[in-house]
């Protein structure tokens, strides 16, 4: 996509092809999903539908599927190399379809537009086949913590 590099950019292309268990996000950690790309403005993550992502029909929980592109796109946002933490501010969800129990989805996200202050984000699950189970579209906003003083 681009040749730009910067250190967060790096740190994450290091996990390209190993599950995420080890990153800044907890959230993202405990989700374990497997990043299949990632680039500037951009990361492309594989989850595996487990028991506890689902509601009681065995389906993605809409809450889980909300998290799982939220934190895509929170990784996605780390890699343009910004020094302070940014925040989502909001997420908008369309829940199209359903993923069920031990099915496999791909969750990727692209930046939009980047500001000195607001990046925009759009973000999709799909299931193996292409068919989009949801999507989003969210705004992150810097805030005044420096990543460096969260160790990140």
Not at 50 to 66: D, Q, T, V, W, Y
């Amino acid at each position: 996509m681009t040749d730009k590099i910067n250190p967060r950019l790096a740190f994450f292309k290091s996990f390209v092809g190993q599950k995420l268990t080890n990153t800044p996000s907890p959230a993202g950690n405990w989700l374990a999903g497997t990043l299949l790309d990632i680039d500037f403005g951009y990361a492309k993550v594989e989850f595996l539908i487990r028991k506890e992502f689902c509601n009681p029909g065995n389906i993605l929980h809409g809450g889980i599927s909300s998290l799982m592109l939220d934190d895509v796109i929170g990784m996605a946002n780390f890699t343009l190399g910004s020094e302070f933490l940014m925040s989502s501010i909001n997420l908008n969800v369309d829940f199209l379809a359903a993923a069920k129990l031990d099915e496999k989805v791909i969750v990727e996200a692209r930046i939009v537009r980047s500001g000195a202050n607001l990046n925009h984000w759009e973000a999709v699950i799909a299931k193996e086949s292409g068919k989009i189970v949801s999507k989003a579209s969210s705004n992150m906003i810097k805030t005044h913590v420096k990543l460096s003083d969260l160790g990140l």
